[in-house]
């Protein structure tokens, strides 16, 4: 992982909110042979007594699950979004051009539930998805009894406790105020996902930029 300081989320409740706002995991571990299997899931993010603890589902018999039965360690990736930012933008156009992106890497022993815990789970998840609507068709317990017991034997509900955490949220902290904001303007611009991260810079442009503090460009430098 990209392990700069300056590039790194220190608030829990940011991160809490980027795993609800991006909750389609990148999900990676190994089989005892070292064979490495992935796959992306939307995960849920449950607290208890201060520990952080990710929960999902995958299909049975597939690769992933037959890996972590052999071996529990799991990596989970979260990602946001992610965009180009051209060093022209900047007061100095002398340097590199860039990528700014924010990922959040969790990694722990998962868990196969129980198949009470996979109800439990998927009347949370459902729930969830669908906003609370608990007049939904396709909540958990408004779906059809038939389709829940062809279907339910076919997933496994998951749990993992975050023992590790680290993350990269690099927008442009090491810029100077004017290509700071230079850069925010150019990603307004062109919107989409290069929007979608100015506006992540916008909310720290008062912590980096407070007023009469004097830039400190070396302080990015070691």
């Known amino acids: 992982m990209y392990n700069l300081s300056y590039f790194k989320e220190k608030d829990k409740e940011v991160l809490r909110r980027f795993i609800n706002d991006y909750p389609f995991a990148f999900l990676t571990g190994s089989d005892l042979q070292g064979k490495q299997v992935a796959t992306q899931v939307p995960i849920l993010l449950e607290e208890r007594e201060g520990e952080w603890y990710l929960q999902g589902h995958m299909m049975r018999k597939t690769d992933h699950h037959r890996a972590f039965e052999q071996n529990p360690q799991a990596l989970a990736v979260f990602t946001g979004p992610q965009c180009y930012v051209s060093a022209s933008w900047y007061t100095n156009p002398q340097i590199g051009s860039t990528w700014n992106y924010m990922s959040l890497h969790c990694r ?37 009894e038939a389709f829940l ?60 930029f407070p007023p009469g503090v004097e830039w400190d460009e070396s302080r990015f430098l070691s």
Do not use: C, H, W
């Open 149 to 208: 017991k062809r279907m339910m034997p076919a997933i496994v509900g998951f749990e993992i406790k975050v023992e590790e955490m680290d993350n990269v949220f690099k927008l442009s902290q090491n810029r100077d105020k004017q290509s700071y904001l230079n850069i925010i303007e150019q990603l307004e611009r062109q919107g989409g996902n290069s929007a979608l991260v100015a506006t992540e810079m916008k909310k720290r442009i008062e912590i980096l």
């Open 108 to 144: 722990g022993s998962l868990q196969f539930m129980r198949d009470e815990d996979l109800i439990s789970l998927m009347q949370k998840f459902t729930l969830r998805f669908e906003k609370n609507n608990t007049v939904s068709p396709t909540i958990y317990d408004n779906l059809p």
